[in-house]
């Protein structure tokens, strides 16, 4: 096969060749890019977003508006001393940000950004690429948590681990529906099926609230902070940690916010598809709406407790999630 | 190998968790030793003590005005309580007449601090469950009623504004129309708090059922005030053991049924509106006069032993007065209602998730300041 | 049931609201006339009673004063130790002439505990400053002068 600039672009649909590496390359660093700055704004735009509800301005010091706000922040976590407490067990101290990142990132991968997928791994099983890596992200909480020998963070590092287990179930049941009715586990042919029927959020609305809140708790945001709650667990599994370390932890949150909203609007609101607008422009405002979404329940919402939010995700998700399934077999089938 | 009772069952020992003195939902530095196994509370031990100041001890050696900025620091959200209880036992204990106009601004200004200390207890309670917002509008509010009463006394917290006989200042011109005013935009925010958090199942799912004791428990532990109501004993000192001038106001108390803290978080609400209510009245009745009675400068209380409670935000605020007949107190002794509503916790914290141990601790509202005095 | 939506309404129909916040450092905060910050002092009208050291529940007033050539007793020294001092404001209460006063100077955080002591220099300036912020609450200069001549 003859090799052209294109192929650069559309590594994905050929051999693996040297400058077919060079544009992942270049593509993986263009998506840690994109995810550094949605972090960042999205941070800025809580911040705000918050502020304006509870009668506040929100940040307006560092930069027109304070835009540079969090910019300011990341650099002050990054020039931190980096602590390790004595008494913590080290190696698993030091590892468990990377565990918990890492993931975060490898999820990117596969959500289809814009209409040429050029960063968007064609990934033939997707979407369960998607829940089995996110899971791994547990690990890191929980060792991070657990290596700190800290009472309040193994109390968090527990809570997370049984929380992000129970939710990661019906998140998984409520997405089955989608594939059903898609028939591929492929996160660009979903929105492809989308593209000519209805969005998938009107007849998989169960399974999309049930998606919604599954996802807010598997992503350990209001009302599911158990793991991190303030008021009762200081700070949670992250107690211990401080500067580049803790952001780490901070910037796997956030870039879970953008890699959720990024499946739910492929998954539910068609992706990329829309009228007018350029396709990258469609997905942004979707995944800006969910993201805003989750910052106004936070703003709204107390927390639950640890046993109610484990018998809800067991005795109503979970039976909420079969049922929708069952039903969108059944549906399947006839039609 | 042979299982024996011993090895059969993973064995797990208890944590031994110490909450506070820095810890945020502690209210202040108070601590407690709390034995869990997994998320249950086994045990819970409150320590007491860190913000103690000798207030007691301090009082013998300064005279009764002299003791009034110290009374502010006591329960630092509703100082105008503190400041009226003491002044109370001392007028009591001299019979002195307080002008009318003085009563009545007493009665606003107290009414007023229930109120202002009554939204900190909602913006924290809710803070506690993990609800920011709530924080923010009632602080907002208070804030209003704070600058109220820096424009009627110059202190935003530690007013040192009554004083024997009456109180310190008039008001200054338009400042009753200003809590007017603020009495009537408050009752738009009570109905959009309703809205916010009343109905929320989240916090329902909460609060109901939660941290229960009965009436009995309740009195042997000598709590007062909306702790106490919360389990439906009707025991209020404005209706029971009527001082200053609430005999003329036409308002309720607001009785719980269950001692849960649902009942204690809906008593705090509806005592707001009492609160307003009684401040409303209050405004239609007050007349103009002079605000402080004839008191000698040097106020010498006649030997003897006294004692008057109010019903202060938290519960029972009384003072007790040991006196030689010299101008300073031979002992004074504060019975501080945080104090006496804590000692319940050993044992409604037993057998309760973490989770509920903040919401538990919140729902009694303690003021440290009160606490360690 | 879905009393949480209400709530949600509820947030999100504050955000055209007015925002509260004052920006601080640029904006100062307009305190009322009666607002207790940091004494000022007028050394002319002070009679050296010593009702306001005495009143002090702190004990953080200390002050001196002497006879002038018209038998007519005169402050030397005044300080106020305003580490101590809790703003009760009972001494400008005592106060027979108002010498002193409560001003509405907030800030005075400092790094070292020397700097908290003020003495008469710093309180008369204090004063100064107050007038100056303040002309329409100035102590007209006829009223000192008789005050202090009498």
Known sequence: MTWTWSNVWHWAAHPLSWPGFVGMLVGAVLVLLLALLVVMYSIYWQRKFIGWIQWRIGPNRVGPWGLFQTVADVLKLLIKEDVIPTGVDRTLFLIAPIFAFVPAFLVLSIIPFSAHHVFTANLGIGVLFYVAVSAITIHGVMLGGWSSNNKWGLIGGMRSAAQMLSYEVPLGMSIVGVVLMAGTLNLNDIVAAQAHTLWYVIPQIVGFVVFIIAGTAEMNRTPFDLPEAESELVAGYHVEYSGFRFAFFMLTEYVYLLAMGGLMATLFLGGWTGPFLPGWLWFAIKVFAFITFQFWLQATMPRMRQDQLMSFSWKVLLPLAMANLVITAVVKALV | MALTDETDVVRTEEMLLNVGPQHPSTHGVFRMVVKISGETILEAEPVIGYLHRGTEKLAENLQYTQIIPYTDRLDYVSAMLNNYSLVHTVEEALGIAIPDRAEYIRVITMELNRLASHLIFFGTYLLDLGAMTPFLYAFEEREKIIDMFNELCGARITFNYMRIGGVKYDTPPGWLEQVDAFVKRMKGEMVKYRNLVTGNEIFLARVRGVGKYTTEQALGHGMSGINLRCTGYNWDLRKKKPYSIYDRFDWEVPLGKNGDCWDRYILHMEEMEQSLRIVEQALQQIQPGPVLAKVPKLIRVPAGEYYSGIEGTRGELGFYIVSDGKDKPYRLKIRRPSFENLQILPIILKGVPVGDMVAILGSIDPVLGEVGA | ?150
């Open chain 3, 1 to 150: 049931m879905f009393g949480f939506l209400k709530g949600l309404g509820v947030t999100i129909s504050q955000l055209p609201k007015k925002k509260v916040t004052l920006m601080y450092p640029d904006e100062k905060p307009e305190w009322p006339e009666r607002f207790r910050g940091v004494h000022r002092f007028i050394p002319e009208l002070c009679t050296v009673c010593n009702q306001c050291a005495r009143i002090c529940p702190t004990s953080c007033i200390s002050l001196s004063g002497a006879r002038d050539e018209n038998r007519k007793l005169r402050i030397e020294t005044y300080d106020i130790n305003s580490d101590i001092c809790i703003l009760c404001s009972l001494c400008t209460e005592v106060c027979p002439t108002e010498a002193i006063l409560m001003s509405d100077t907030f800030e005075n955080a400092s790094y070292v505990r020397d700097d908290l002591y003020l003495d008469m220099h710093w309180l008369y300036n204090n004063e100064l400053e107050y007038e100056r912020r303040h002309p329409d609450r100035a102590i007209p200069e006829t009223d000192v002068q008789k005050k202090a001549g009498d």
